[in-house]
């Protein structure tokens, strides 16, 4: 079968490119294992299918009306919209469709726990527990990262800091270009609000002046 025959590859444009368009950005705001492309083709042509149906009334409208011949440019345009825009707004569509209240309730949460924290990319104070018992602390910010679930689960803290005998935060370690975690020797993650350990007792002080 020759792929590039002109038919075969309008065929494949348009019944394919919309569908993995789809499903590459939804794959990007849910992050999951690695799938072989391979397999996804026949979920690429169901949503490419799922788009034409969406866009069925302006594509009928725009084929009924002289705009191919009056106006190419708009005419490209709106095809350009048709296969490589539209699945992108269906994907930002669906995630916020999937997040409702109401759909959570009936159907489960599309991503998991580590995507659903950090994917909210807000600042912690974290301590992670490793499996033997070991306690490393950090300032979670704009420096940090943390892998998605797709891949090897692992942890970027910015800034590395001495855990007292009591759990909190003592200092920050001197000369420190922060901490990389590998997720596999880890057994628990706890969050704090990102203050820093010496506000809360200038809070207290200022409040008994």
Not at 56 to 69: D, G, M, V, Y
Request: contains cysteine.
């Amino acid at each position: 079968m020759d792929i590039w025959d002109q038919n075969k590859l309008l065929l494949f444009i348009a019944f394919v490119i919309p569908g993995f368009i789809g499903l590459k950005v939804y794959e990007l705001l849910f992050p999951g294992p690695p799938r072989d492309s391979s397999k996804q083709v026949i979920d690429a042509i169901a949503i490419s299918c799922f788009n034409y149906a969406l866009l069925l009334w302006p594509i009928t409208a725009i084929e009924s009306s002289p705009l191919r011949l009056s106006n190419p440019a708009a005419y490209s345009a709106f095809y350009v919209f048709v296969l490589l825009l539209a699945p992108i707004i269906w994907a930002f569509a669906y995630k916020w469709f999937r997040l409702q209240p109401f759909i959570q309730k009936i159907l489960p949460h599309p991503g998991n726990p580590w995507d659903y924290v950090f994917g909210n990319l807000r600042p912690y104070w974290i301590v992670v527990t490793l499996k033997d018992g070991t306690k490393l602390g950090g300032k979670y910010d704009s420096l940090s990262l943390s892998s998605t679930s797709g891949t090897t689960e692992r942890l970027f803290l910015e800034e590395a800091w001495i855990i007292n005998d009591k759990g909190g935060f003592e200092r920050k370690k001197n000369n420190t270009a922060g901490t990389l975690i590998m997720c596999h020797d880890v057994s628990s993650v706890e969050f704090f609000h990102l203050t820093y350990p010496h506000d809360n007792e200038q809070s207290k002080q200022e409040n008994q002046a």
